[in-house]
């Protein structure tokens, strides 16, 4: 049962998962190896690593995808040990078997049990074999399209499409009707391929509100398994995780332990070894129906940690050198309440597009008990198009959910992101919603209240305006007397020798421009550090500045605006565009071009498939017309706003 001791651990991942591995195996004393593509080089978990190891390529089938390279940079580097993280090829047989078959430690489940649960299909056949309730659906080897539509049509609209190799929201679909079912089971086998190597899917009903809750399971090499609670990850979008938390709120102590050793059989039924997630659908009823095992550490493994004390990347690696388990079912710590929050470069205001560029801005949340950041990222870093757009994780604990869901808005309130669109200001107004202070959890929750948590772009109001304006003036002032703060000489703000101290700026913000006079009778305005204090019709107010460059960030209402001095020539030019043509709303690589010149389509046809951070989005006619150019071919990388198609009704 003993293996190897482990002093080398190479993490096969990037982004915050590898930092976050890498300092549990600091922590152990044991050396750290990274791997990264070309784009990566300088990349956030390459700098911490002790060691690094350049893949090359930039896309994850060109570098991380790699098992050959990985396993040399294991060999080269002299660990002894990989641990996968998650996506990529955490839940993949063949890497797990390449890593014994060269004598190294695979820090997850025998591939024996990644065969078995890894595949979705083969996972369900298991369960039902084992008596757990499934959801009705389709798992066989038959992949062609009259097969999905025969499956579909029993089961019955709407159905949900899924690669059968991976999770993540990534080759997933929902279909409500027979007519849309050939595009999406296409899409969806694209994005499986591109994202697992894999494109092989199953169907299954797609059930009206259900919650969405896991179990954390762990194994050891010696026949012990056991349970950590439970999680509930309902609040989604695009079969996305975006809020989970621990414990689930409402279990009763009788559904817990019956999920819990539900999957614990499920788990010892398949020899399992190490950390591994069973997934369950709960409906409104208490009953709950298996949906899929995921044989690696979850994303949001943290919130686990907060309610045990538990570390339990040190666990993976205390039971992969064959270790057993440090306590049994009745030692499991159940303590408060954590809830994890997904920060994503992405812009919620226009369908979740993915968002590149550089990080002009990044302000994590201050450090205090109860409080905790697992990022990838630091200011001046580039978020390319090749992965994810996840940039970090906001993790609060709390005596009860209310202290941690206070305490979690508390950071999202310090966090500050320039320089790229992320969902913050989405996640804050999910985490401050009354449905969800309630606990009223289900995977519908986001689209519920879309109109609350996604609200219409607004006019930004006459204070808005004020307080950017004497952000901006107080900003743009140094003293040019520190030694000597009374001397009238010391600021030179708006000083104009024999005239009235008056200063216009003409400023931009989103789309939208003003020109706001100050002068000294108009409003009493103070900055210290970060803090803009401002007086104006009696009351005094408090907001948060950050001056980065030739841009101001304000705090209002929620939301970090950026605001710049107005570029009149910029405008203009932004006004013009392409005419009468389609362009790329971010950086990626084109996968498909549907159409030819002088071809005439409908509306809403499919024209260009654009593929960026492992999604696929569409680019589709907006009105019916002609396509009068072709600016793209497939294969191609291409940039945001680049022209694509020039389209004409």
Known sequence: MSAPAITTLLVANRGEIACRVMRTAKAMGLTTVAVHSATDRDARHSREADICVDLGGSKAADSYLQIDKLIAAAQASGAQAIHPGYGFLSENAGFARAIENAGLIFLGPPASAIDAMGSKSAAKTLMETAGVPLVPGYHGEAQDLETFRDAAERIGYPVLLKATAGGGGKGMKVVEDISQLAEALASAQREAQSSFGDSRMLVEKYLLKPRHVEIQVFADRHGNCLHLNERDCSIQRRHQKVVEEAPAPGLTPQLRQAMGEAAVRAAQAIGYVGAGTVEFLLDSRGEFFFMEMNTRLQVEHPVTEAITGLDLVAWQIRVAQGEPLPMTQDQVPLRGHAIEVRLYAEDPANDFLPATGRLALYRESAPEPGRRVDSGVEEG?????????????????????????????????????????????????????????????????????????????????????????????????????????????????????????????????????????????????????????????????????????????????????????????????????????????????????????????????????????????????????????LYCQEGEMVSEGSALVAFEE
Request: net charge negative; charged share 25%; glycine share 10%.
């Open 381 to 629: 870093d580039e978020i390319s198009p090749f992965y994810d757009p996840m940039l970090g994780k906001l993790i609060a604990w709390g005596e009860d959910r209310e202290q941690a869901r206070l305490r979690l808005l508390g950071m999202l309130d310090e966090f500050a992101i320039g320089g790229l669109r992320t969902n913050i200001g989405f996640l804050r107004r999910i985490v401050a919603h009354p449905a969800f202070a309630a606990a009223e959890l289900d995977t519908g929750f986001i689209p519920r209240y879309q109109a609350q948590l996604l609200p219409e772009p607004g006019e930004l109001d006459d204070g808005f305006w004020f307080a950017a304006a004497q952000g901006f003036a107080l900003s743009l002032a140094p003293r040019v007397r520190a030694d000597d703060v009374y001397s009238p000489w010391g600021d030179t703000a708006g000083l104009r020798l024999g005239l009235s101290r008056e200063v216009t700026l003409h400023l931009s913000c989103e789309g939208q421009d003003r020109a706001i006079t100050l002068d000294d009778t108009a409003a009493c305005a103070e900055l210290k550090g970060e803090q803009l204090v401002v007086e104006r019709d009696g009351l005094r107010r408090s907001h948060r500045v950050i001056r980065e460059g030739n841009s101001l960030y304000l705090q209002w209402a929620g939301d970090l605006h950026r605001i710049d001095l107005f570029d009149p020539l910029a405008a203009a030019e932004a006004s013009h565009g392409h005419q009468g043509g389609l362009s790329a709303p971010m950086n990626g690589s084109i996968v498909r071009v549907l159409v030819s010149l002088g071809q005439t389509v409908e509306a809403g046809a499919q024209l260009v498939v654009l593929e960026a951070m492992k999604m696929e989005h569409s680019i589709r006619a907006p009105k019916a017309g002609v396509i009068k150019a």
